[in-house]
């Protein structure tokens, strides 16, 4: 993991009374793959468009590759970004397509993405709305990629495609990561398909930012504890993230602090990471969509 790629600090964007995003502190390595996760109304898309400079923040500060984020070529000369809509012209071929973005960039790699597509056996002469969602959506990746980005940031790239597509998808994503210099933050839903593809983790809910760190580092600190129900745990060692009780028994996804131990009485389990996203939203979620 590298210096931060992206940084913000109290970063929000209202719409009239409504805060869509509200005081997100965020920091992200480069190098990673950072998972955007959170439901429907989360912020995730608000959040994307502010970094790639298509919104602009109503409250704080933010900067992606140590800029402020600006409609301007100096700035996004070096993003890639791609929407949940996945923009592609339906009339036009991929080929039309590399000559577009050949125009409008001056780093773009035409020879890459005609091997690209190539070696996925997408046709470069039909048009884009005659491919299947998986192809569509492996032409626009390759697109932003060609770009030779810094930074790429997905919007719902798999949102719409069948499973195979999306393990296609996501094999072609990890493969530009591994060729190095590439940062990604992808946003989804789907948390099975993020886990195979991220060290990174972001989740936002309520418009807040309730979890960002490296996925080791949140696996290490949180724990599943069950104990009996009459058990107290010491509230300077861990916060409680999720807790369920029977009459007898209690069960508890606690945050341990630096240097705490699990008391005496309680049996310790590793969850895994969707428990531990699931949980932070659910916290969210219980306190009012504070």
């Known amino acids: 993991m590298g210096a931060a790629v992206i940084q913000t600090k109290g970063l929000g964007k209202r719409y009239g009374s409504f805060w869509a995003l509200e005081n997100c502190n965020i920091s992200v390595p480069a190098g990673s793959v ?5 439901p429907n109304g989360a912020g995730k898309s608000t959040l994307l468009k502010i970094l790639v400079g298509l919104n602009r923040a109503s409250a704080g500060q933010g900067e992606v590759l140590g800029k402020a984020p600006a409609q301007e070529e100096s700035f996004l000369s070096d993003i890639g970004y791609l929407a949940q ?10 080929a039309d397509h590399i000559k577009m973005g050949a125009h409008l960039n001056k780093r773009f790699d035409k020879e890459f993405m005609q091997k690209r597509l190539k070696d996925l056996q997408i046709p470069l002469d039909r048009p884009v709305g005659k491919l299947s969602g998986g192809q569509r959506a492996q032409v626009a990746l390759a697109l932003a990629l060609a770009k030779k980005p810094k930074l790429l940031l997905l919007d719902e790239p798999v949102a719409a495609l069948d499973p195979l597509a999306r393990h296609d998808f996501l094999s072609s994503l990890a493969q530009a990561v ?10 989804s839903h ?27 580092t949140v696996l290490n600190e949180h724990k599943l504890l069950v104990g009996p129900r009459q058990n107290k745990i010491p509230e300077d060692d861990f916060a409680i993230i999720h807790e369920t009780h ?5 069960t508890l996804l606690v945050h341990l602090k630096k240097g705490a131990k699990v008391p005496n009485g309680w049996q310790q389990h590793e969850p895994n990471i969707e428990e531990i996203i699931l949980a932070y939203m659910g916290q969210a979620k219980e306190g009012g969509e504070k």
């Open 34 to 38: 950072s998972a955007l996760v959170g």
């Open 246 to 250: 029977t009459i007898r028994q209690s």
């Open 190 to 216: 789907l948390l099975a398909d993020l886990e195979r593809v991220s060290d990174h983790v972001i989740v936002l809910a309520a418009g807040k930012t309730q979890l960002c760190d490296e996925i080791e």
């Open 85 to 94: 809509e996945i923009p592609l012209y339906k009339n036009l071929n991929a």
């Open 178 to 187: 591994a060729d190095g210099g590439l940062t990604v933050v992808m946003s």
